[in-house]
């Protein structure tokens, strides 16, 4: 069945330095959105991404997708302790435009002050 | 705007007890609907979606239902509780006016079953 894969499940990193999650998709994909879950918070929609190649960027956070819509990263920099929290990434589950969504196992990130 | 309430934010509930948790969202009509539960430490899995009033799709096998008595209603329920149900249950809707429209999540209710 399709799958998501997210990597790495946890990253602890000191204050500045950068991040980077991963995610891998088994098919190719028409779109992939991002979301942010803050401690104890709910899922909080970063961005969506839709052309093959696209990069956007939100002030620190750059999100990238794969020339083949497989794969895709979020990378912060210089990161902050505003940044600790779960980032997912998710995708379309299926065909058709139902909105329903797979999600990535999330990576948990740590910043040291 | 559009908002969506969840309630109730915690619960603990004993084996065997029925579950009924509740999400309404305002300012939008027709919304597509979902419950997704998060284990600890873990993703989001999909457990039930809605495009319409009485109109369910399950995702999974399990021991939960879910209704839409009204547009901007959704409810999940048991009957009869699991110690495997415990988790982060999280409501969620989204528009489908363009395509893949974000979800926007409700704040969750974390269910304890003891």
């Known amino acids: 069945g399709q799958q998501v894969m997210q990597i790495p499940q946890y990253q602890h990193v000191q204050e500045g330095e950068d991040f980077t999650t991963y995610c891998n998709s088994s098919?190719?994909?028409?779109?992939i959105q991002w979301y942010k879950q803050r401690p104890g918070g709910h899922p909080v929609f970063l961005i969506q991404?839709?052309?093959?190649?696209e990069v956007k960027k939100q002030k620190r956070l750059t999100f990238q997708f794969g020339e083949a819509k497989k794969n895709s990263s979020l990378h912060i920099t210089a990161t902050q302790t505003t940044d600790v929290g779960t980032y997912f990434c998710?995708?379309?589950?299926?065909?058709?435009?139902?909105?329903?969504?797979?999600f990535g196992q999330g990576t948990t990130l740590q910043v040291k002050p | 705007s559009q908002t969506i309430h969840q309630w109730p934010a915690t619960l603990v509930q004993p084996v065997g007890s029925p579950l009924s948790l509740e999400c309404t969202v305002e300012?939008?009509?027709?919304?597509?609907l979902y419950w997704y539960r998060q284990a600890a430490g873990r993703g989001l899995q999909l457990l039930f979606y809605?495009?319409?009033?009485?109109?369910i799709s399950s995702e999974v096998p399990q021991n939960l239902s879910a209704s839409r008595p009204q547009d901007r209603q959704f409810i999940l329920s048991s009957k009869k509780l699991l110690l495997s149900d415990s988790g982060f249950y999280l409501c969620?809707?989204?528009?489908?006016?363009?395509?893949?429209?974000?979800?926007?999540f409700g704040n969750g209710t974390r269910l304890t079953v003891t």
């Open positions: 809605s495009v319409g009033i009485g109109q």
């Open positions: 991404l839709v052309k093959s190649g």
């Open positions: 969620a809707w989204t528009t489908m006016s363009s395509y893949n429209s974000p979800l926007h």
């Open positions: 300012g939008t009509s027709n919304p597509n």
């Open positions: 998710a995708v379309p589950k299926g065909s058709g435009n139902t909105g329903k969504l797979i």
């Open positions: 098919t190719t994909l028409s779109n």
